[in-house]
């Protein structure tokens, strides 16, 4: 390994850096001959229309700076995420939803769940409109969306009205595009007290859907549940659908929580892409699926037969995309023998950002936003579009 490159911390005192085989199968699937592990069946059937990107980098080895990174593409927070500049730059299609929703879930298993900011689905400096609506699994999908008791709508809609002119007394005054925003915000929240309850009942979906999307799908706020919620997103015209599904950080005892976290996820992922391929919305729906960084191919803590953590390793990585154009059964970038770095076609998270962005219909370098005398951008000053990878 070269010299310069370093180990994080919870690593570089280890005395041996013993390489950890995967104790799980890999077999080849569809005509493309997609590896992929015996821990995805069920996304193995969709291996013809799955990207696979080997060669992903990103420069942070942290969770927050790496995830900050990837969805703002900047480490420190302060910027608008990916979603948010998706929303700016492509607006909205169903006046009584936000263009933006995210949705978090957590493991159903004994593993490490990291935190997640809100600057995650933040609108950063652009206006907050942008921003994504964070959806929950309670009583109220969306928190304080609901009228207390002994309100109308009525009588809410009186007060709007109400609130409404001050703002616009106060815009006039100032010109404070926030003001707007907040006026935009109250009306938009005032659609949606209409819209998201019959969006998040999911009692008239079909036996055959929770048996298609696995025993989890039939509990509010489970990766499954939320698979479902964000085809039904995608249906009413929501542009831009972020799912969270936390406990990938197995430092120790990665074969069980590994295990866990895809008896989680694959069954709903391949449950969604067949849904969208079956109802003609996967050719202009781009999924990608991904983290923050990878692996290391060493392992963390003691090795023995049938147990070993990894630890975080920006140095190359796999995710992977379907949908929107993206080449199906088709590999792209390679890693050295050991997994360790690249050797062919790097991709760096600005030139996955450029693409994603690119088959949204968007340049990547014309969509700015002026902020403190600068133009800024998604992809900063960098990013490629990674024409590869591109039918």
């Keep these: 390994m070269d010299g310069e490159q370093r180990l994080t911390g919870m690593t570089a005192g280890q005395k041996r850096f013993p390489i950890a085989p995967s104790v799980f199968k890999f077999q080849q699937h569809g005509q493309s001959g997609l590896w992929l592990s015996e821990l995805l069946p069920k996304t193995a059937k969709f291996a013809d229309d799955l990207c696979v990107i080997r060669s992903l980098h990103t420069e942070a080895i942290n969770h927050d700076p790496a995830m900050t990174l990837l969805q703002t593409g900047h480490q420190i927070g302060g ?3 990916f979603g948010a500049w998706a929303s700016y730059g492509l607006g909205s299609e169903n006046s009584d939803l936000p263009a933006f929703v995210a949705m978090i879930s957590r493991p159903s298993g004994p593993t490490n ?6 600057r995650m689905w933040g609108s950063g400096f652009l206006p907050s409109r942008y921003q994504g609506v964070r959806f929950n699994s309670g009583k109220d999908p969306v928190l304080f969306l609901s009228n207390p008791p002994g309100i109308t709508s009525t009588r809410r809609r009186a007060m709007l009205d109400d609130v409404a002119a001050l703002n ?3 815009f006039a005054e100032y010109q404070d595009p926030e003001t707007q925003a907040r006026i935009d915000q109250y009306e ?9 309850p019959e969006l998040a009942d999911l009692s008239k979906e079909p036996a055959s859907i929770f048996e298609r999307y696995g025993p989890e799908s039939k509990k509010p706020g489970t990766y499954a549940a939320n698979c479902i919620l964000a085809r039904r997103l995608a249906e009413r015209g ?3 659908i972020q799912l969270y599904h936390r406990g990938w950080d197995q430092h120790n005892n990665l074969p069980t929580g590994i295990r866990s976290q895809c008896y989680d996820t694959d069954q709903p992922t391949a449950a969604l892409l067949g ?3 079956e109802r003609g919305m996967l050719e202009d729906t781009l999924v990608i699926w991904g983290g923050e960084f990878g692996r290391s191919v060493y ?3 003691t090795l023995t037969k049938d147990n070993y ?3 975080h390793h920006p140095r190359c990585y796999s995710v992977w995309m379907a949908g929107a154009g993206v080449k199906g059964g088709h590999i792209f970038g390679e890693t050295d023998d050991f997994s360790y770095n690249i050797v062919k076609d790097p991709v760096h998270i600005h030139d996955l950002n450029a693409t994603a962005l690119h088959l949204l219909g968007i340049d990547h370098l014309r969509l700015t936003y002026r902020f403190q005398g600068r133009d800024y951008r998604l992809t900063d000053v960098h990013g490629e579009v990674v024409k590869g990878i591109l039918t």
Excluded: I, N, Y
């Excluded at 769940?113 to 809100?118: G, I, T």
């Design 309 to 311: 953590g990894r630890d």
């Design 188 to 196: 938009m929240a005032f659609r949606m007290q209409s819209a998201v």
């Design 113 to 118: 769940a990291q935190p997640l900011h809100e």
């Design 168 to 170: 616009r007394l106060k």
């Design 238 to 240: 929501v542009r831009f």
């Design 299 to 301: 392992s963390q803590g």
């Design 275 to 277: 849904e969208l391929k």
């Design 79 to 81: 910027r608008p995420s």
